[in-house]
């Protein structure tokens, strides 16, 4: 790609085709004349993310009005709620997933990351993702343009442009480490299918490992050893449904490992599920530790390597041996894995591309061939962020750019709103896009009331068949419905949670799925095949 095609992107994507360029990785850009803009009359809306905000929106837009085209890495939709039950043998991976190619729904679709932005020709720049991504999971490490590292040459993707009417962003975020030594390496994460997937074997990998005629005493503690660290719902339900998988599916298969599993539940806060009411954080506290998991509230972790305690240096990866994970309370303990579920962060794509997209450099060498020098040009885009690097939203979810206000859309957990934040959950993702769904449709964006998150309250699975259930409350405090207590817990908040997430599946066939599953558990108990 040289000269006049290589000036029309912005600098970041200039720089990152000629070092992708530089690497061998990418040799030209494709120009979507593929995309079928044939019928102009409808407006060719480009969402960049296939979760809760771009895979729900795809589904409410009028296909009379307007032509969505799903850009993802990932070909299919995560009912992220039911991840930890997956994890735990109680579902199966496809009864959480809808994919996003669907004869019935218009929509386009292209198995592609977005690399880059051109805000003057209203293009995003994409690399095609089909070959690396068979299950999403969370990177390791990645390079300086935000790939997996160590891809190999052939999972590399072609890069193309795409043009758009609109844009919406929603590519989520990315999970928060706190830059804590070792982590990034050796944690495993929770945010896809792959990371679920990968949970699920180690946990398995983990039992044939200690109940080897040649693994120490000693060493069997530390391998049955799990840690979660992040005692938010996610690390809660994690926590209790592994438990319950350990005690009532996995113990009946090793009796001659049983007493040695042990959980712990990290958390710097002094509660867990600190969302929730006091009263309700310190009945799941209770709960959990009489159920046997090892709440360890008020710690700081301090690092996250391969090996046994005490062992010295160098620490080489050995998935055969335990972790240690340090803490500044209690030292060194042995681990056999450590899921890290502490928080969002920004993607590379919303931290780095999308910061300042200012005026082209002069004298720019795309692929090796001098280039024509340029004039830079007058105009620069800055988007405005949140705190948290979020890109920041008006009320009615367009993107605030510092000189220009235009045709992007935001919504899910990269937007941060002006007018006060919901927070960041599928449950005001969902109503988030069902809001801008209506908004486009009708065409009166901008002209109505703005966005307004519904509290429809919060719930928790606590293990044995035992969960917590916040009842919302009015902004002024008051409850919603008068006549109901402040939350519910216990078995009825459980059969509530159950009843819910089975409502809220998105399609009939999962819906369906989910409830003859957990049916067949009760029957048979979970699935503890690995694979
Ligand atoms: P996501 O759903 O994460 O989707 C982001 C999409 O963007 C993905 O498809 C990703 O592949 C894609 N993407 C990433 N980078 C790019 C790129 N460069 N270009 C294009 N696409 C890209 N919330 C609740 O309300 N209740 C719950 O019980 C609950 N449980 C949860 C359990 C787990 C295990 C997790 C991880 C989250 C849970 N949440 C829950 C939170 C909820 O899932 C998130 O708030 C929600 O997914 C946010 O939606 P989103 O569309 O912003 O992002």
Redesign the pocket.
Same mark, same amino acid.
């Given at each position: 790609l040289r000269g006049s095609r290589l000036r029309h992107l912005d600098p970041r994507s200039q720089s990152l085709l000629s070092n992708l360029q530089r690497r061998g990785f990418a040799t030209r850009v494709e120009h979507t004349t593929a995309i079928n803009t044939s019928d102009e009359s409808r407006e060719r809306v480009i969402i960049? =993310?296939?979760?809760?905000?771009?895979y729900t929106l795809s589904r409410c837009l009028d296909p009379k009005q307007f032509s969505p085209l799903v850009?993802?890495?990932?070909s299919y939709f995560v009912f992220?709620?039911l991840?930890?039950d997956a994890a735990s043998g109680s579902l199966d991976f496809s009864n959480l997933v809808e994919p996003v190619r669907d004869p019935r729904a218009k929509v386009d679709f292209f198995q592609a990351?977005?690399r880059g932005l051109d805000l003057k020709k209203k293009t995003v720049l994409c690399e095609a993702t089909v070959v690396q991504s068979g299950v999403?999971q969370t990177p390791r490490t990645e390079d300086n343009e935000g790939h997996p590292a160590n891809l190999a040459k052939w999972e590399q993707g072609e890069l193309f442009e795409v043009p758009y009417d609109k844009l919406v962003i929603?590519? =989520?975020?990315v999970a928060r480490t706190f830059n804590t030594p070792g982590v990034r390496d050796n944690a495993l994460f929770?945010?896809d299918i792959g990371d679920a997937k990968r949970v699920k074997r180690r946990i398995r990998e983990l039992f044939e490992l200690a109940v080897l005629p040649t693994t120490t005493p000693e060493m069997k503690k530390w391998l049955l050893h799990f840690a979660i660290v992040g005692a938010g719902?996610?690390g809660t339900e994690l926590a209790a449904s592994l438990r319950d998988f350990i005690h009532k599916d996995l113990m009946r298969v090793y009796p001659a490992l049983r007493d040695i599993p042990k959980i712990s539940l990290y958390d710097v806060a002094p509660n867990v599920l600190s969302m929730f009411d006091k009263t309700l954080s310190q009945y799941a506290m209770d709960t959990m530790k009489s159920e046997g998991i090892d709440i360890k509230t008020s710690h700081h972790i301090k690092s996250l390597r391969w090996g046994p305690p005490g062992a010295p240096p160098p620490y080489h990866m050995d998935p055969k041996g335990c972790l240690t994970l340090e803490t500044a309370e209690e030292g060194e303990v042995g681990v056999g894995m450590c899921v890290w579920v502490t928080g969002n962060a920004q993607?590379k794509?919303v931290k780095d591309t999308l910061s300042k997209i200012g005026p082209l450099p002069t004298g720019f060498e795309g692929d090796g061939a001098p280039d024509q020098p340029q004039a830079p040009e007058k105009s620069s885009w800055e988007f405005k962020k949140a705190k948290n690097g979020a890109l920041l939203v008006d009320g009615h979810l367009r993107v605030q750019l510092k000189d220009e206000t235009g045709r992007r859309l935001c919504?899910?957990?990269?937007a941060v709103l002006e007018t006060g934040s919901p927070p960041?959950?599928?449950?005001a993702?969902h109503q988030m896009a069902k809001w801008l769904g209506k908004r486009l449709n009708k065409r009166d964006l901008g002209q109505t009331a703005p966005f307004k998150f519904r509290d429809l309250g919060t719930m928790a699975y606590i293990g044995e068949e035992k969960a917590l259930m916040q009842i919302p409350h009015n902004g002024d405090g008051k409850k919603r419905l008068k006549y109901l207590p402040e939350g519910l817990r216990g078995r009825l908040a459980s059969w509530i949670w159950d009843g819910a997430y089975i409502t809220m599946s998105i399609s009939w066939r999962n819906k369906l799925r989910v409830a003859f599953r957990w049916t067949l558990n009760r029957m048979f108990g979970r699935d503890v095949s690995r694979f």
């Open positions: 960049l =993310g296939s979760g809760w905000g771009g850009i993802s890495p990932r992220t709620p991840l930890t990351r977005a999403t929603a590519v =989520g975020t929770f945010k719902p996610t993607n794509f919504l899910g957990d990269n960041a959950t599928a449950q993702t």
